[in-house]
């Protein structure tokens, strides 16, 4: 939700997710951070909305307002530019910036139920920004279902309709999961990427057996035949490598993540540069996720482990988690970042572009793991 303050972003945000997500009120400026809601909207499934603040607020700290603003384009996959019938001037110039940043946008005329004209303010919109916008009423409901399903029509519209497994599998596949379930793993839960595998897995027609480490051999040989795929937790790579069929093809549900999230063969050439690191070299691993690290955390401890025998004690390593991500990497040698689960495919592009145009390289978790153990090119390849 993007629009000057007081367009009502707040309270259409609230009307969109059925309940009070944002506050409101009559002063201009009372969002000071973008609000986010998780919501499910039909036929898309989840859905996250975020509210931003007003983007024409002055001083210091409407700058720094703009430029969180600014920031979420990066991770939208539909804008929604609001306006409130006076607003059409001031918002020309945010709607090109929307379109530059390839964003597909939708205007929304909000609080039309205090307009004694709306038609007459729509069509003043349509020729002002060339866009015939979804009139709406947050206050009355009037329009709510017609933006829902302008929000899903546009959604669906610019998705790819990528399949996190359906280059790998044919219908009927057996697929065999390796899920290590050690202290890293979340109480009474999978973890999403496990989640959103198997669900990808049973929609391209799969047969999914499932096991952890030490269970493999048993789930092996208790499967009439070896299974077409095998996809395993970077950390026990070397392992399941070494147990599975040779008929069987190895991936792990990191690398699936880097293709399905963002650009696998960026992630592959960015591996390559751990080779070039040296005992003086800079390291940058990021983490979608904000969680309480435990011990023997993947990104904080493991892989820093297996850099520094590589390279030598000395190495620096920086960690960064959510949505903290240094708007200048070049201090950097290498960005290992983490599959992304919790990021939608826009922004984890925006997150490689960045490295690519800094001159950065970047990799994620099972790609740099599958690296550093030397099996990378036999994974890939198979």
């Excluded at 409407?62 to 991770?75: A, E, M, P």
């Excluded at 970077?234 to 070494?242: A, C, G, L």
Aim: charged share 20%.
């Amino acid at each position: 939700m993007v629009g000057r303050p007081n367009a009502g972003k707040s309270s259409l945000i609230n009307a969109l997710a059925g309940q009070q997500v944002s506050i409101v009120a009559d002063v201009a400026g009372t969002t000071t951070d973008p609000v986010q809601r998780a919501i499910e909207i039909h036929p898309i499934g989840p859905c996250l909305l975020i509210d931003t603040a007003g983007f024409d607020d002055e001083g210091v700290v409407g700058i720094l307002r703009n430029q969180r603003t600014r920031k979420v384009l990066d991770q939208t996959d539909v804008a929604l530019l609001v306006l409130d019938g006076e607003a059409e001037n001031i918002d020309k110039q945010w709607l090109q910036l929307i379109r530059q940043c390839d964003v597909p946008v939708i205007v929304v005329l909000n609080k039309v139920d205090l307009l004694s004209q709306p038609e007459n303010v729509a069509q003043r919109i349509q020729l002002k920004l060339g866009v015939n916008p979804v009139l709406v009423s947050t206050a009355t409901c009037q329009g709510i279902n017609a933006l829902r399903q302008a929000i899903a029509q546009t959604a669906q519209s610019h998705d790819d309709e990528r399949s996190i497994t359906g280059e790998h599998v044919q219908p009927g596949d057996s697929v065999l999961l390796v899920m290590p379930q050690d202290r890293q793993a979340p109480k009474g839960r999978l973890i999403l990427p496990q989640v959103q595998t198997i669900r990808d897995l049973l929609d391209n027609g799969c047969t999914i057996t499932c096991c952890t480490p030490d269970q493999m051999e048993h789930s092996l040989a208790a499967l009439c035949e070896p299974p077409a795929l095998i996809i395993t937790d970077s950390q026990v790579f070397e392992q399941v490598h070494r147990l599975k069929p040779a008929r069987s093809r190895l991936t792990s549900f990191s690398i699936l993540m880097a293709a399905w999230k963002g650009d696998l063969d960026a992630m592959i050439d960015g591996a390559r540069a751990i080779d070039r690191l040296t005992p003086q070299s800079r390291v940058l691993i990021a983490e979608a996720c904000a969680h309480a690290p435990l011990a023997e955390d993947i990104g904080r401890e493991k892989i820093p482990a297996l850099l520094r025998k590589r390279v030598g004690p000395s190495l620096q390593v920086d960690v960064v988690a959510g949505r903290d991500f240094p708007v200048d990497l070049r201090s950097y040698d290498l960005v290992i970042h983490c599959g992304a689960c919790m990021f939608n495919r826009r922004y984890m592009l925006s997150r490689i572009r960045q490295a690519q145009v800094q001159g950065v390289p970047i990799t994620n978790y099972g790609v740099a793991i599958a690296h550093l153990k030397g099996i990378l090119q036999s994974i890939h390849n198979s």
